[in-house]
Each structure stands twice: as C-alpha cells, then as structure tokens.
C-alpha cells in the first residue's frame, strides 16, 4: 500500500458550525489549534500516502491558500465538487486519474492519538477484498447513517446509508476511512441518486457486492470524531489534547 494516493472529501461548508467558521470551509475550522483538514492530512501522511487530492466546493479559493501544493513533502491537488451531490460523487472526482488503489479519508473527521489505522490497510492487502472499511460499533438505538452488517468473519454483508430499525440492529457504521481497490471507480460510476439526491457511497460499496466482490470491515480501536456540530468540536479537542 504504501506510495498510494489518498482522496478527501473536504467540500463541506459546515453549516451547522457558521458561527465558528464565518460560512467559510468546514476543513478551516480551528481544532486544537489548527485547521480541521490538517489533522487529516497528518493522518495521511503516517500512513504513507505519496499524494492527496483534496476535494473542495467550487471557487474555494481558502483551502488552496492555507495548504498550497503540498503537505509534509506530499503533493496536494485539488479537485471542484461543483455542486453537493453526495460523497459517492466526490470520492470519484478525487479519484479521476488513478488507476491503482487508493485510500479515502473524511474532511471532517477526527481520530484520538493512538487510533490506529494501519489495520484497514494490512486486511486490504491480504488481496482477496475490493475494499476495506473503519467501522464503529454502537448501541443499536446510535447507528444514524452509513450502517454497515458484518458477519462473523468480518465481511461486509449490506451497507445502507439511512437505517431503519433492522438495520440499526447490526450495530456498526462506517467510521471514515476505506481502502480501495480500483473497482470502486466503476462502482462510483454506476451509482443512482438516493432519495436525498445525493450519490451515497456506501450504495457504491453495495454494488461491489452485488458484482461478487468481496468487501472486509476493521473495528475502530478507539475513539474517533465526526465534526458536524459545536458540541462534536469540543469533543474532537478533547481527544487530540488527551
């Protein structure tokens, strides 16, 4: 895996924290010091990607300026998400070009220090999956979006973006980072728009199965952040400064 690329969707404007970011760029909103989409970044790089492509709004000219061409020696580019249509659609933008596989990190996501990701890729690696997921395990009455059902063995049986009761039964979600196989592009390709108008990916991760690939989940070691809210920022703090 190493020398790969890595895609980050990082279009998001984060409504819901205006107040912190003054309607600019979710990934610019300051935690623990410093932009969202840095710890991201810093992630990547521990990882050994060998470059990233950031996905970004149309006409976003603020994230070009805080990070420039590179990041700790990796080349950034930087890929317009014209309009919101969903993060299927953003991962294939980031995603154009690139033949081999490739790893995809959320934006908006916070890991605490001694999360470990390696796993994802060492059972991407093994050969016999098209992808791998992070995911978390919850209480059933907390899986929102992106559940995920794995069996015993840790294959991913169904995928579903917006669970019903069943669903949340299965008691894990996607945690924010994947390993992909090159599949996935014709995957992200064939996705529908869902009933929110968006192209979800983990319809696109449904669709590797459909095609008999085989597709493998790694529990989340720990804690981790999805920065949506004020009360979520101050959760991510705590973390990065424990």
């Not at 006409?59 to 300026?65: C, F, M, P, S, V």
């Not at 959320?106 to 060492?122: N, Q, S, T």
Request: net charge negative; aromatic share 4%.
């Amino acid at each position: 895996m190493k020398g790969l690329r890595a895609v980050v969707p990082a279009a998001g404007r984060g409504s819901r924290l205006r107040a912190r970011t003054g309607g600019g760029p979710k990934g610019l909103v300051q935690v623990a010091g410093r932009p969202l989409l840095a710890h991201v970044l810093d992630r990547l790089v521990e990882l050994d990607a060998s470059a990233v492509s950031v996905v970004v709004s149309s006409g976003d000219e603020a994230i070009r300026r805080c990070f420039g061409a590179e990041w700790r020696g990796r080349p950034l580019r930087y890929v317009e998400q014209g309009e919101p249509l969903g993060l299927a659609h953003a991962v294939a933008l980031g995603a154009q070009g690139c033949q081999d596989s490739f790893l995809v990190m959320h934006g908006d996501v916070v890991f605490a220090p001694g999360v470990e990701l390696h796993p994802v890729i060492d059972r991407f690696e093994r050969g016999d999956v098209a992808a791998c997921l992070l995911i978390e395990r919850r209480e059933p009455e907390r899986v929102g979006r992106g559940a995920v059902h794995v069996d015993d063995e840790g294959r991913v049986r169904g995928l579903m973006e917006y669970p019903g009761t069943e669903e949340q039964r299965w008691g894990r979600v996607a945690a924010g980072f994947y390993a992909f196989g090159p599949e996935i592009r014709e995957a992200l390709d064939s996705v529908e728009p869902s009933p929110a108008g968006e192209l979800e990916l983990p319809a696109a991760v449904r669709r590797l199965l459909e095609w008999g690939h085989g597709v493998a989940a790694v529990d989340l070691e720990g804690e981790r952040v999805n920065v949506n809210t004020p009360v979520d920022l101050d959760r991510a703090e705590r973390l990065l400064r424990t």
